[in-house]
């Protein structure tokens, strides 16, 4: 039976993963090596401020191993949403560290590529006023022309046909910008003949590595096999396996449906899944259903600059000033704001966090009554400039550190601080603005990703 093996390292780019387990899923003679660098879990400042979501040092660790490892035993090796957030300069970076491993090794014949992801404002522009663009959720606010200009960078996520025919054009190692993070594995299953419902169901569980596994984790590696009526997923650690419970829970991770996943121009249907314990840490996944979308719809992201934060992070142990804390916050940001009614109300934001309260759902919370021993505090101001965050938060911390409450014994400080600068200036504050579905056509999409080809000799 025809078979495609793919070795995921990690679920991110730079996590790191055991030298041992990868080496023994090259034992295996994958078909390709594909592990996913993006996410926006962390929100939209990665792509807002260019920034990566692991440092320049653990990238070029992990790349060093993976390339030079698959190079020798000629594995193609794909990169998705390459830097983080895969705009051109999260990009262009991974490119410089690829380059240096390259140079390095001596590898300046490696078949590369790269798939750009970037999208011009003016096409989004234009889509906007066709009436082709689908906001996701109540998160993000209605776009603009004039919000539009204000974004930044605006990327697309990639289905798997540019990464296809970069491999149909004989490149061994392929960096793409923001792609959709199963796009990569489901290229690597069409390519070698496998039908590609297996390729995207098992790239969504591949792309976050062992964390099917048990124990579960991001930091170490799998190995996927695929074949035309199903795929297996193995761990390559022995202190971990697969089961059917925890391969099928992580099915379900990061989906608004139960068993629904839309993707670049899919649909997949995993109603009829089926999950058995293939081998002793090896679980087999058959009756994956994929369907063609209504239309070709790809997800946008851009950020754009909203305010500037600090923060202060304090702790309290007072039972007094904790049963009464929100309405001493109520009096602190009153006293703050008169301090600085000279300045437009508008221009600077308050907000305060109780970690053992209601810190993590807010006003979702449903014990919010029930009060421990101790809560911490997190003050934050958000305004046009750090200058302006800065002193509102200072004044906020100064306020409340000696605020005299009723019922207070003592004239000394109400918070203890864990770190001395208690004020911490956090910098640039973004916003997604653009997180929507833009409905695209085939030669369209063949221009917004285009495939350029690497020479590692110019590069040096």
Same mark, same amino acid.
């Given at each position: ?22 080496l ?22 990665? /792509?807002? *401020? #260019? ?9 070029? !660790?992990? =790349? +060093?191993?993976?390339?030079?490892? @698959? ?9 998705g ?36 992801s ?32 204000e ?11 540019s ?19 199963p796009?990569?594995?489901?290229a690597?299953? /069409?390519? *070698? #003949? ?9 790239? !969504?569980? =591949? +792309?976050?590595?062992?964390?099917? @596994?048990?124990?579960?984790?991001t ?18 650690s ?24 839309r ?66 916050e109520?009096?602190v940001?009153e ?40 809560v ?8 046009a ?35 001395s ?28 990703f ?11």
């Amino acid at each position: 039976m025809k078979e495609v093996k793919i070795l995921a390292p990690c679920g991110i780019l730079g996590y790191g993963f055991p030298k041992q387990s990868f080496l023994n899923g090259l034992e295996q003679e994958p078909d390709a090596v594909v592990v996913d660098a993006g996410s926006t879990d962390a929100g939209p400042h990665k /792509l807002g *401020g #260019g920034v990566g979501i692991v440092s320049e040092d653990a990238c070029r !660790k992990d =790349l +060093e191993l993976i390339i030079t490892e @698959a190079a020798k035993r000629d594995i193609p090796v794909i990169i998705g949403s390459a830097g983080g957030a895969g705009s051109r300069i999260h990009v262009q970076r991974t490119l410089a560290v690829i380059a240096s491993i390259i140079h390095k090794h001596h590898l300046e014949e490696l078949p590369a590529s790269v798939i750009w992801s970037d999208i011009p404002k003016e096409f989004v522009r234009e889509k906007l006023r066709q009436g082709r663009l689908e906001k996701l959720g109540n998160a993000v606010k209605e776009l603009t022309e004039e919000r539009l200009e204000e974004t930044g960078n605006i990327v697309a996520q990639m289905g798997h046909e540019s990464i296809v025919e970069a491999l149909e054009r004989g490149s061994r190692l392929i960096v793409c910008g923001r792609a959709y993070d199963p796009s990569p594995f489901a290229a690597v299953a /069409l390519y *070698g #003949g496998i039908p590609l419902e297996y390729g995207y169901h098992a790239g !969504k569980i =591949l +792309e976050c590595a062992a964390l099917c @596994a048990e124990p579960g984790t991001t930091k170490d590696c799998m190995l996927g096999i695929l074949r035309e009526d199903g795929f297996i997923i193995e761990p390559l650690s022995d202190m971990r396996r697969c089961t059917p419970l925890s391969v099928a829970a992580h099915t379900f991770y990061e989906k608004e449906h139960p068993y629904l996943l839309r993707g670049p121009g899919i649909v997949m249907n995993l109603e009829d899944c089926d999950f058995s314990q293939h081998s002793s840490s090896g679980v087999m996944v058959k009756g994956s259903r994929i369907e063609k979308a209504r239309v070709y719809q790809v997800k946008l992201e851009g950020a754009v600059l909203t305010a500037y934060r600090t923060c202060v992070i304090a702790g309290i142990r007072d039972p007094i000033l904790i049963s009464i804390l929100e309405e001493v916050e109520r009096k602190v940001e009153e006293q703050t704001r008169e301090y600085y009614s000279d300045v437009d109300a508008d221009s600077y934001q308050i907000r305060f966090v109780n970690y053992g309260l209601n810190g993590v759902l807010g006003d979702a919370e449903p014990r919010a009554e029930e009060r421990g021993h101790e809560v911490g505090v997190l003050f934050e101001a958000t305004a046009a400039t750090q200058e302006l965050a800065d002193a509102v938060c200072g004044t906020l911390r100064s306020t409340f550190l000696h605020y005299g409450y009723e019922g207070r014994k003592s004239t000394a400080g109400n918070l203890a601080f864990p770190y001395s600068p208690s004020d911490i200036s956090c910098g640039p504050v973004y916003e997604f603005s653009v997180y929507h579905l833009m409905e695209i056509d085939e030669e369209e999409r063949k221009r917004l990703f285009p495939i350029e080809a690497l020479d590692w000799k110019q590069e040096a």
